[in-house]
């Protein structure tokens, strides 16, 4: 049986039963600022989120967290916790039932088979693996003159590495959100070749995406953006995701002064329901 979760105590409580758990554990919920933002804000705000409890008898099984955005046809689970299959299927029959047609992500710990198994089935296309580091110490790093901040002048360059047909966050949306990212470009002259986005405003905050134009790798512009972030960044903290097998991306993170969070990786299925 599912209903709509609106009792704090409970949904905390059953939450933070899963934190430090191998195979159940959310990477969405591994300090106490995601705690708020991913399971406490969204119980608050009933218009922009859906949460849900699947309950067996009286007994709470499965906490479930969207985020919900109906204009867009988008739904994005920032929270799936449960060691029962059965309320996985539940959560996704209620899902298919309430929101046929979103484009619909899910963001989860990649030793939840019973989770995966379920997304397969459905169709479900993955994305790779990914690890989560800290930066636990900061490394002194020359930044060079050719990594700014991005300003509207740098706008067509910025756009044309930036966007692809599967990305939600285009350009555009970035740009947008100052409230919600910093944008800083590598250039050659004054062609922009590379580009980080990097989220504001929380304790912790992430370079949500990198890239070097591929002609203009092994160059010093993927650490120079990096070190410009973390710069402008502190005196907060910093965490990121990588690529579990890309080798380059963790050796640079690594070298910049962060570890690998055992808990903290995550893969991401996406479907349309």
């Known amino acids: ?49 859906c949460s849900i409890g699947v309950y067996q008898g009286e007994t709470l099984i499965g906490l479930f967290v969207y985020l919900v955005i109906c204009e867009e046809k988008y739904a994005e689970m920032i929270l799936g916790l449960s060691k029962i299959e059965a309320a996985y299927s539940e959560m996704m029959e209620y899902l298919q039932s309430n929101f046929s047609g979103f484009h619909c992500d899910f963001v989860f710990n990649p030793r939840n088979k019973m989770l995966y198994r379920l997304l397969e089935e459905q169709g479900a296309s993955f994305e790779k693996e990914q690890t989560k580091m800290v930066l636990q110490r900061i490394v002194p790093t020359r930044i060079p003159e050719n990594i ?9 360059g910025y756009q044309a590495i ?44 992430e370079p949500f995406d990198l890239f070097v134009r591929e002609d203009m790798r092994r160059k010093g512009y993927g650490r120079g953006l990096l070190a410009k972030a973390v710069e402008e960044n502190r005196p907060k903290g910093m965490t990121c995701l990588v690529d579990y097998d890309n080798t380059a991306a963790i050796n640079l993170y690594r070298s910049m002064g962060f570890v690998k969070d055992e808990f903290g990786g995550n893969l991401t299925a996406y479907m349309t329901l």
């Not at 990477?27 to 106490?32: A, C, F, I, K």
């Not at 002259?189 to 580009?195: F, I, L, R, S």
């Open 148 to 156: 700014v901040p991005y300003t509207p002048y740098y706008w067509t």
């Open 162 to 205: 930036h966007d692809d047909t599967e990305r939600y966050w285009t350009a555009e949306k970035t740009v947008s959100r100052p409230d919600r990212f910093r944008v800083f470009l590598a250039l050659d002259g004054d062609e922009v070749v590379g580009y980080m986005d990097v989220t504001v405003g929380f304790d912790e905050n």
């Open 1 to 49: 049986m599912i209903k709509k979760m609106s009792d704090k105590e409970l949904a905390l409580g059953f939450a933070r039963s899963f934190i430090g758990d191998y195979e159940f554990s959310d990477p969405m919920l591994s300090n106490e600022e995601q705690i708020e933002c991913n399971l406490l804000k969204p119980l608050q705000e009933s218009e922009r989120y």
